[in-house]
């Protein structure tokens, strides 16, 4: 099929449209006026500025540790909890359950956020880091859950009893044959939760107390009081962590690829 | 039966001797998946050193019994003896069999010699211990230079012997095979048939397979076990299987047989004599030596392996009984054996094997011949279920 001159026009207006904003975003940080809409050179001060900027940085320190540990936790509970689901083929309340899992996918936010803040209240526990925390292992392990079940479905159950049958008991067994075959799956899952705490505003900031403020929170009250360039600079940083994440993920999963079939060529060689 | 089946020589049959201690007795099992009987009230005893082979079409609960031996599925009603130990409730990783799956399970992550090590590590051996027992294996099954791999690296024959070195590195009591050599195509098929029966000798182990494929338990077993619908049919040697199926859907499953629905017109036991039985297929008389428990005038059928027909141009001398006069109507050429199938006046078909013992490219019989088919007294039987 001749491609036409349409196609190549259509592409380059949709991809404009996706990151025309991030550009203008980033060249802005090299700005070196302080008007964000006006042009006034290259210049790195606001980078500089950003680093002395003793409350942006204890936020980006917050966001942080709240993301890295919720990742974690809720790593460890997605995991287990997508076990339960995929392998106990029948027990009381599956079918509430694996529709619960899901739920908070759905909810918005500001519902997921407000309930939580309730629980807290009424529990009477301070609000602030673990508070963050807590309600960020909660929406992320519903993630973890997904991308792990859909690996554990295309898992072969004979692996884990070929192991049992080898004299390997069934927690080991684990540990030592399903864990590193879904380990990709769960690690996708950990950096899926990573992400979306890195990022989340709407729960954190009704989940969050003194002293614990997160990046969003902090950005979105700073751009209140006006866009300084600032704002600018440690946003194009939160994108090049997000890139390099993205490009390494898909490099991973591309020298996956490259080496299963590279081991397939040896197969059909060593047959021959 | 009036003529014991034929002079198949067996040193080892221990399912003959009254005093032998079975290895492995399944007793009374049944087992159902809700509304689904799997296996029905089975009874079985398998003996030290055999090689048994449970037979069936899929779904007739022969990898449902397999499994319930492993420790995968606990039975629902009745008991397993291992050397005359009950083994219900005892978890898979304690019992002493070893299985090779059907998909080898290799783990994916381990190389060939971290697989075939698997087990041993279970056991707390020591480093030296079984880096021998992995070298011995690898030996075993003719893969040393292939130790390093990765299952991902290897051809489907060669996953199949580390499935088989696996499972074989922990020196089981049984060995359960299911349908081992499912994925292999046919040559690397017979050609390990033979190698499993040498390591299954060599090793003195007791091997337990389950297939779908007859010609499969035929070469390699001492006995086979022929299943449908949950429950044994006939257990027999192989030979026994296929020149005396006690039943129609054993005589059809194995090999190809020609059957014929008939009733019984006569039966005469001669003092000194073999018990002869006469039928009538439909309009055939049928005349055939075997003790039969079947009465005057029941329905039965009569069976005939098509290799036993001989078919000719001539009219045979005696076309009384035990002859058919029809049409050649095909003609399969299997390089070794030719088959006819022969279409009667009243449109039945009965098949009819002829070895090609030379290599004549005029073949007497083509298609649209008037032919005769006869076949002796003691070739054919009859079947009563």
Redesign the interface.
Same mark, same amino acid.
């Given at each position: 099929m001749k491609s036409s001159r349409f196609d190549p026009v259509v592409l380059t207006l949709g991809f404009a449209f996706l990151y025309i904003p991030i550009i203008i975003l980033v060249i802005y940080s090299f700005n070196a006026s302080r008007l964000v809409t006006v042009w006034g050179g290259f210049s790195l001060q606001w980078y500089r500025e950003m680093w002395s900027n003793q409350g942006l940085m204890d936020a980006a320190w917050v966001t942080a540790r709240v993301a890295v540990l919720s990742a974690s936790i809720g790593t460890v509970l997605g995991t287990m909890a997508a076990l339960a689901l995929v392998r106990y083929a029948r027990f009381p309340g599956k079918t509430l359950f694996s529709g619960m899992i899901y739920a908070p996918l759905v909810m918005p936010e500001v519902i997921t956020g407000l309930s939580l803040l309730l629980l807290f209240v009424a529990v009477g526990v301070d609000r602030g880091f673990w508070t963050v925390t807590i309600a960020h292992t909660t929406f992320t392990m519903c993630y973890v859950a997904i991308v792990v079940q859909s690996r554990l479905l295309t898992f %072969?159950r004979? #692996?884990e009893?070929?192991?049992? %049958?080898?004299?390997? *008991? *069934?927690v080991k067994t684990f540990f030592k044959?399903t864990l &590193? #075959?879904i380990l990709p799956a769960v690690v996708a899952g950990w950096m899926l939760a990573f992400t979306l705490s890195l990022d989340d505003l709407v729960i954190a900031s009704f989940t969050t107390g003194p002293g614990a403020t997160t990046l969003p929170i902090k950005i979105y009250s700073q751009v209140r009081l006006g866009v300084t360039p600032e704002i600018n600079a440690i946003c194009t940083i939160l994108i090049g962590l997000v890139t390099i994440g993205v490009v390494a993920a898909s490099l991973a999963s591309k020298r996956t690829e490259l080496r299963?079939i590279r %081991?397939?060529h040896?197969? #059909?060689r /060593?047959?021959s | 039966m009036a003529k014991t089946l034929g002079p198949v020589k067996r040193k080892f049959a221990p399912w003959t001797d009254p005093n032998a201690v079975p290895f492995i007795r399944f007793e009374n099992i049944t087992k159902r998946y809700g509304d689904f009987t799997a296996v029905s009230n089975l009874n079985l005893d398998i003996y030290e050193r055999e090689f048994f082979s449970l037979l069936g079409p899929s779904g007739c609960g022969k990898t449902t019994l397999m499994r319930m031996l492993? =420790? !995968?599925e606990e039975p629902t009603e009745g008991r397993i003896l291992l050397q005359g130990h009950d083994i219900s409730g005892v *978890? &898979?990783?304690?019992?002493p069999?070893?299985?090779m !799956?059907?998909?080898y399970?290799l783990? &994916?992550?381990m190389s060939v010699e971290k697989n075939i090590a !698997? =087990?041993l590590e279970?056991?707390n051996l020591s480093k030296g211990e079984i880096a021998a027992r992995v070298q011995e294996m690898l030996k075993l099954v003719k893969l040393e230079d !292939?130790a390093k +791999?990765?299952p991902?690296? #290897?051809? /489907?024959?060669?996953r199949q012997r580390v499935a088989l070195a +696996?499972?074989l590195a922990?020196r089981p009591k049984v060995l359960l095979l299911d349908e081992p050599l499912g994925a292999l195509d046919r040559k690397l098929r017979e050609e390990t048939q033979f190698e499993l029966m040498d390591i299954q000798h060599t090793l003195g182990l007791t091997f337990l397979i389950v297939t779908h494929d007859q010609e499969e338990a035929m070469t390699v077993s001492d006995r086979i076990a022929v299943m449908d619908k949950g429950v044994i049919v006939q257990v027999d040697t192989p030979a026994e299987i296929y020149e005396a199926p006690n039943s129609r859907y054993v005589a059809d499953f194995i090999g190809d047989i020609n059957i014929m629905e008939g009733g019984i017109v006569s039966k005469s036991a001669e003092p000194g004599q073999a018990p002869v039985v006469t039928l009538d297929c439909d309009g055939l008389p049928v005349t055939v030596e075997q003790e039969c428990a079947a009465t005057t005038g029941d329905r039965v059928a009569f069976a005939i392996r098509p290799e036993k027909v001989r078919i000719t141009l001539d009219q045979p001398e005696n076309t009384a009984s035990n002859a058919a006069y029809g049409e050649v109507w095909d003609i399969g050429y299997l390089g070794d054996f030719s088959v006819f199938l022969v279409s009667l006046a009243d449109g039945r078909i009965i098949r009819a094997a002829q070895a090609n013992v030379s290599r004549l490219v005029d073949r007497p019989i083509t298609f649209g011949d008037m032919v005769w088919l006869t076949w002796p007294k003691d070739a054919g039987l009859v079947l009563t279920r």
């Open positions: %072969d004979s #692996l009893e070929a192991a049992q %049958d080898l004299g390997c *008991p *069934p044959i &590193p #075959l299963r %081991d397939e040896v197969a #059909l /060593g047959s | 492993a =420790g !995968f *978890p &898979p990783h304690r019992r069999t070893n299985m !799956f059907q998909s399970a783990f &994916p992550h !698997f =087990g279970q056991d !292939f +791999r990765k991902g690296q #290897l051809s /489907g024959g060669q +696996r499972s922990k």
